[in-house]
């Protein structure tokens, strides 16, 4: 904090009312009765001279009287108090308004919607939203790998019913005086239906068309095959189909466990397509060859551990996994919205005939996963504290994935010995390699954060996520130039993602900033390392002061 250079002309100084300026300091403490006499007295003595101004009792500042002069009627050059000057309000407080104002009542950028959005919440504007962009970009990717007629024109009905459905439902909301909200939750309903069902067809298409060819030797093109569109589809219309708050919808217990049945259910799909894919792959080995099922089984070992994590984090209800796995999705998400343009590989279409299909049970997980509701089961939370969780939420997952990245550099450097493989068996063995330092730096930043003092451990941690954004980078442009792929988790896009994330988490002053200035480091990682094991928070012993701070204090009297 600046200090005034007066203070060091006397102790006394330190406060603000013992200053002319009373805005140049913030309030400290509360002064001493010699200390507000010194400071009030002149203040005293001039509204002898004027009207009554006695504290304001809602914000506890004194009036004071401007000091502007009025001149003499008769000229005389005699200066008078105007008996009208108007009161100026002092406000000591360090920041705001004094009082704060409630949410509802502060309007943004001046915009205030109408009573009948009373009750629409960030979160349900942004799934409308959401479900808006993920609803165009399937219209624009690829829908069908074939081409199906019949299917890709099912799909544009189908996204064009549930567009023009979210904009009815917004437009009935919005312009007539009395809504009609048991109608508008049967319309939203009604026009994502036949999104949903349709994402849901061609996925049985897939798997229906590919059955007789699951043992043949490898087709030259999949019978339907999975665009991008597909997954997008699916998730626009989970994310569209559930009631919003402002049309008269709460989700109840009943709700919330349909939710995670619905969560459940996907999960034994996405089990019951592996054991479909293992099949597939054992039965290629005796028609198509070992180096195309080894590839096969490299693909789907990396797929089915991360949707085992996403699964996993939303069914066991872990708190600080679930907003992790949640962000992660959500990325993926975003990189599918761009894969038209970009061609990310982790979005690549493809079929129950050539591989493991995993993004639309990905992308289903994710819409329920934020869905109101199955979020308004979950108790979230983003204290200070929360973030070093999550900090070592990605060290983890960046050790788990990476340690599976060096399974598959493995494997398919052994099958590039019999078949043509991009890069070739040495830059494979190569890539394992930088992998494995990916999983050892991870797991050293891990045990940095769980074990070593308070700055060594955030010190520590930076520098683990600085060398996975280097190394990641530098990787990415190698396999970029030699086998002409993109970011990936095999060639160093995640490490690079997750060394930024963490680096963020660990070092930008918002997550971690005390609310009144630089943060007690070692107090926040004592906190975390005791609710990391279990143990009572730090944070349960300081007593609740909300009701005190939230009350208005009066200006002390004589």
């Known amino acids: 904090m600046d200090r005034d250079p007066r203070e060091d002309e006397t102790q006394d100084a330190d406060w603000i009312f013992a200053i002319d300026d009373p805005h140049s300091l913030p309030t400290d403490r509360l002064p001493s009765r010699e200390e507000f006499d010194r400071y009030a007295a002149p203040l005293l003595a001039r509204r002898e001279n004027g009207p009554a101004l006695p504290p304001d009792t809602a914000t506890g500042a004194i009036p004071a009287i401007e000091d502007d002069a009025a001149e003499a009627p008769d000229g005389g050059g005699e200066d008078v108090v105007a008996p009208l000057a108007r009161p100026r309000v002092v406000s000591y407080a360090r920041s705001g308004t004094t009082p704060n104002a409630e949410d509802d009542e502060i309007p943004i950028a001046g915009f205030q919607l109408p009573e009948r959005f009373k009750d629409l919440g960030l979160f349900d504007a942004l799934r409308d939203v959401l479900a808006l962009i993920c609803l165009t970009a399937a219209l624009t990717t690829v829908f069908t790998v074939a081409h199906s007629p019949v299917l890709d024109l099912l799909g544009k009905i189908a996204i064009g019913l549930a567009l023009a459905a979210l904009v009815a439902v917004h437009a009935l909301r919005w312009i007539p005086a009395s809504p009609p909200l048991r109608a508008l939750r049967v319309l939203r309903m009604a026009g994502m239906a036949p999104a949903l069902l349709v994402a849901v067809l061609v996925l049985g298409a897939d798997l229906v068309l590919s059955l007789p060819v699951l043992f043949a030797p490898l087709p030259d093109g999949p019978p339907v095959g999975i665009g991008v569109g597909v997954p997008l589809l699916l998730l626009g219309a989970i994310l569209g189909i559930e009631p919003r708050a402002h049309e008269g919808y709460l989700p109840q217990e009943r709700a919330r466990r349909i939710a995670r049945q619905v969560l459940l259910g996907v999960g034994i799909a996405a089990a019951a397509a592996l054991l479909l894919a293992l099949v597939m792959i054992v039965g290629r080995l005796f028609t198509t060859g070992w180096p195309f099922s080894l590839g096969a089984f490299a693909n789907t070992l990396i797929s089915a551990l991360l949707l085992a994590v996403v699964l996993a984090s939303a069914l ?147 520098v683990a996520s600085l060398v996975l954004v280097v190394v990641g980078f530098l990787d990415v442009i190698v396999n970029s130039i030699a086998t002409a792929s993109g970011a990936g988790l095999v060639t160093g896009g995640v490490a690079l993602v997750l060394g930024i994330a963490t680096a963020l988490m660990l070092t930008v002053p918002a997550p971690v900033r005390d609310e009144f200035g630089a943060p007690d480091i070692t107090r926040m990682f004592a906190d975390f390392r005791a609710r990391d094991n279990g143990r009572v928070s730090l944070l349960d012993l300081v007593p609740d002061v909300t009701e005190a701070t939230a009350e208005r204090k009066p200006f002390p009297r004589r």
């Open 316 to 462: 066991r209800r872990d708190r600080s996994w679930y907003v992790f796995s949640t962000a992660v999705a959500a990325a993926l998400a975003i990189g599918a919205l761009a894969d038209n343009s970009l061609g990310l590989q982790f979005a690549a279409p493809a079929s129950v005939a050539t591989g493991y299909v995993y993004l639309p049970f990905l992308f289903a997980a994710l819409g329920l996963m934020i869905s109101r509701s199955f979020v308004r089961s979950m108790p979230l939370s983003f204290r200070r504290t929360d973030w070093l969780v999550y900090s070592v939420r990605a060290l983890e997952l960046s050790a788990l994935m990476h340690t599976a990245a060096v399974l598959w550099h493995l494997l398919i450097a052994l099958a590039a010995t019999s078949a043509p493989v991009a890069g070739g068996p040495v830059l494979h063995l190569i890539d394992a390699v930088v992998c494995a330092c990916f999983v050892v730096v991870s797991l050293f930043g891990r045990t940095a954060l769980l074990s070593r003092p308070a700055l060594s451990a955030r010190a520590s941690g930076v």
